[in-house]
């Protein structure tokens, strides 16, 4: 695949950005379109792989490895290097249905797996795969293609995330009629207010909604199950339903001071952000600013680093982020070997922006909260923390420790915790009566995506956990065919 020689002839290139200073004042995205020459470089740099580990879609030691799309990146890298766009779409939009959201926000394991990261940078498969789509819209060959004929079949899929539009994809696809059920105002789950408008402008998913209109799809927002319409109302009305709801339920700190004005969950500041971006431009002031403010962020990963792209372009008077592990090395270790993920040091979007714009990467490493303190209106004014390692016991148990006279007292006005998720909100679960795993996740068996009231599928982060997109697209097409077999006793979709 590619040039025989071309991850010799050519240097890693991905997409340029652009200039922090400028960006900062708006909200578009913020990397720049390469162009073609360099990306069928790059698409020239593609080994001629015995065994393609790109798109493998394994774990490694807990760690991703490969695509869970199992996409065929060879090829369309190829296709791109010989000129041949229009085909390497078509091999595209074979195994991935959202390729403009994952060539957007997902982290690339299909990247860290790649051969040729072995030894030397590895081939710049996400950029392709945006331009691939992205050249796709522009030249008008994606076009609405709703089925020939219909099934009779009507399914329902509750949650309009990633997995949930990508079960419904499959599903019209097949035939039957799917109706999209979203409790939010607007179509699209954390596509649409979890992810920043700089890292995935709301247009893009604007535009895929609308395609999947035109083919057919129904969307009906503003619709909570169990509130708006029940259960039983899903099942006279559908012959399946499929719950793809998430793991929404946010990881919170309780501890002294948690209960002080200014401390807010992450996801609560960039939804609330998002929403009166798309409907006032901020104008209408329904958002949690902070504007002229101290801030920190309570966590390490990349909804942290969202919240501290959005307080730059708020103007905060300063930043930081927490995180409890170290800081990862420049270079794997012998821990994480390739085709692991790689685990190492990277300068993401925020924290560019963040050293532009304040003088230094507003990452801490290695440090605890301990509790937060008020002033007398109950507004936070204080975060007091305490560095801490980590040790591993002779039975391989690994615990953490304070340092002692690492204590710290830190000026704070805005608080945000960005820990993670739990779970699914429990809801929507008990209103179906399903039964739970050990994580209070929704039990429901791989690759079946039967829970245990029949004719009730679940898929995606509310069955596996907080993941990434690209296992959430993974499990939508996955529970899409169980369910085209339940109805149909066979099936046509992959």
């Known amino acids: ?56 879609g394994i774990d490694v030691n807990g760690s991703p490895s490969g695509c869970p799309l199992y996409n065929l990146i060879p090829e369309w890298n190829h296709l791109v290097y010989m000129g041949k766009w229009k085909e390497a779409l078509d091999r595209l939009v074979k195994t991935n249905n959202f390729p403009e959201f994952t060539g957007r926000v997902c982290p690339a394991p299909c990247e860290g797996s790649c051969t040729v990261a072995i030894s030397d940078p590895a081939v710049a498969i996400k950029s392709i795969e945006k331009a691939i789509i992205d050249k796709g819209f522009e030249e008008g060959w ?58 995935l402008e709301k247009r893009i998913v604007e535009r895929r909604i609308n395609l999947l209109k035109k ?38 700190l309780p501890m002294k001071g948690r209960n002080l004005n200014g401390i807010h969950i992450a996801m609560e500041y960039l939804t609330k952000n998002t929403k009166s971006l798309l409907d006032s431009n901020l104008e209408n002031g329904e958002y949690i600013s902070a504007e002229g403010k101290n801030v920190i962020v309570i966590g390490g990963g990349d909804t942290g680093a969202d919240c501290v792209a959005t307080a730059l372009r708020h103007k905060c008077k300063s930043i930081h982020q927490f995180g409890k592990h170290p800081q990862l090395p420049y270079e794997r270790n012998e821990q994480n070997m390739w085709p692991e993920f790689p685990r190492v040091f990277t300068l993401d979007y925020a924290y560019e922006e963040a050293t532009v714009s304040l003088g230094k990467d507003p990452r801490e490493y290695s440090i605890m909260t301990k509790k937060f303190v008020g002033d007398e209106n109950g507004q936070v004014k204080e975060l007091h923390t305490v560095q801490i390692e980590k040790y591993t016991d002779d039975n391989g148990n690994v615990f953490t420790k304070e340092i002692p006279g690492t204590e710290k007292v830190w000026p704070v006005d805005l608080v945000l915790i960005a820990i993670g998720f739990t779970g699914p909100e429990q809801e929507v679960v008990e209103h179906f009566s399903l039964e739970q795993d050990e994580r209070n996740n929704v039990k429901a068996e791989f690759d079946k995506y039967t829970t245990n009231v029949e004719g009730v599928f679940a898929a995606g982060d509310v069955r596996r956990g907080q993941s990434l997109i690209v296992w959430a697209i993974n499990e939508g097409r996955g529970a899409a065919r169980e369910v085209d077999r339940f109805l149909m006793g066979e099936t046509v979709l992959p």
């Open 215 to 252: 083919e057919g799809i129904t969307f009906v927002p503003n619709t909570e199950v169990g509130k708006d319409i029940t259960q039983d109302e899903l099942k006279e009305k559908f012959d399946a339903t499929i719950l793809c709801t998430g793991a929404q339920k946010q990881r919170d």
């Open 142 to 199: 994606i076009v609405p293609n709703p089925p020939e004929k219909r099934t009779g079949k009507k399914v329902a899929v509750i949650g309009s995330g990633p997995a949930g539009l990508a079960a419904a994809d499959q599903l019209n696809k097949a035939g039957h009629e799917v109706t999209v059920y979203e409790k939010a105002d607007r179509i699209g789950g954390l596509l649409m207010y979890g992810i920043p408008n700089m890292k």
């Open 1 to 56: 695949m590619g040039k025989t020689t071309g991850f010799m002839d050519y240097e890693r290139e991905v997409a340029e950005e652009r200039n922090p200073k400028t960006r900062l004042k708006d909200w578009e995205e913020y990397q720049i379109p390469m162009k073609e020459e360099k990306l069928q470089k790059q698409g020239a740099r593609c080994m001629d792989c015995g065994t393609p580990f790109c798109h493998t």
